[in-house]
């Protein structure tokens, strides 16, 4: 006989780690186009061997299929020409059935971007929490001033149209994200000043200080329920593995006091998927996001990440998501593949007798749509 599909062709998607269409993005040479797909800062990589990668070879030849001519880049680049961004963007989100966008409104920037009501789709909107912290220290003259600004802030968020907060401190300072002395602190907050002083701006890359300000938000999120998405694993140089483990986050998750704030695991903690799952079992605030577009991956790598994370965390506890960016080629790709393989993976687990054919259909949904609605707040959620 052959292999299970639960077919999940007909539920629409909601994509729960995402970012902005860029207006003009990828509408430039084909090195330019291809620099999308990579996140190496190497310009031999990023315009020459992501050529070779398996991700770009599959996204051209789907590119190809769909706007009905040969599987080349001066074809596929010209095919999508004649569209203008937010068409092309509506267009795609129509043909891969996504339902809904939550957007890290921390890059690209969003005044490049297609506005919501262009999008022809529901969105919600994350506050990315190192941005927002580093206006708060460049414009704070104490460090209490900046401990008071950050809390007013942040409690703000929900009035201001945020539906949860995203952490990139796994590309600044690391995941083991500590409790310091004031006196560390605000020895941080100083050098942070003077960087201020220096460039009229700050990186927050001061340990001491971001871990601090941190935590603040995370009482913020538990006191609102907020969820605080984190980057965790791939990405480029910036982010040192080392640093960005899932693991990490053990101190985050055993504070009592964060018990109410929902925790997201990007990018299915690719290479560390598995120990994503495992937070995933054992913690209740823990929820493991499982990316189709960005890492840039095989189909057969993302079915060893899907598998992991069917295999040992509760369904409730997944969501589906693209990290698509800047084109919406990502977002869309990324949606028909997690449909796909989301449904070949519960198919298997059918089919070794784990689930039944219903048990794996309601699977399929919760992944790919209840579990985020609910999330996020977004309406029709389970």
Known sequence: MPPTHVDLSDVAVVDNHCHGVERGAGGGDVGGWRSLFSESPDPMMRTEAVADTVFYQRLVTEMARHHGVAAG????????????DAEL????????????????????????????????????????LELELQDLVAAAPTYDDLLGATRANLEGARSRGFAGFKSIAGYRTGLDIRRWP??????SFAEARREVELTGSVRLGHKPLLDTLLHVAFEVA????????????????????????????RDVLEERAYRHMPVVLLHGCWPFFREGAY??????????????????????EMRSMTRAALGAAPLS???????????????WMGAHDGRRLIGAALGELVDD?????AQARRGGEQVLRDNART???LGGGA
């Open 73 to 84: 880049e001066a074809d596929v680049l010209a095919a999508r020409a004649p569209y203008g």
């Open 89 to 128: 963007a509506r267009r795609l989100f129509t043909d891969a059935g996504v339902g809904a966008l939550v957007i890290d409104t921390g890059y690209p920037d969003p005044a490049a971007c297609l506005q919501v009501d262009e999008l022809g789709t529901e969105v919600a909107l994350l506050l990315r």
């Open 182 to 187: 004031r006196d560390e602190a605000t020895a």
């Open 222 to 249: 538990a006191a609102e329920q907020l969820p605080v998405q984190f980057h965790v694993g791939y990405g480029d140089p910036d982010a040192d593995l080392r640093s960005a483990h899932p693991l990490l986050l």
């Open 279 to 300: 937070l995933a079992a054992v913690y209740g605030n823990a929820f493991l996001d499982l990316s189709y577009g960005i890492p840039f991956l095989s189909r057969p």
């Open 317 to 331: 506890k997944l969501m589906y998501s693209s990290d698509g960016a800047r084109v919406p080629e990502l977002h």
């Open 353 to 357: 007798g784990d689930l039944t054919a």
């Open 375 to 377: 999330l996020y707040g």
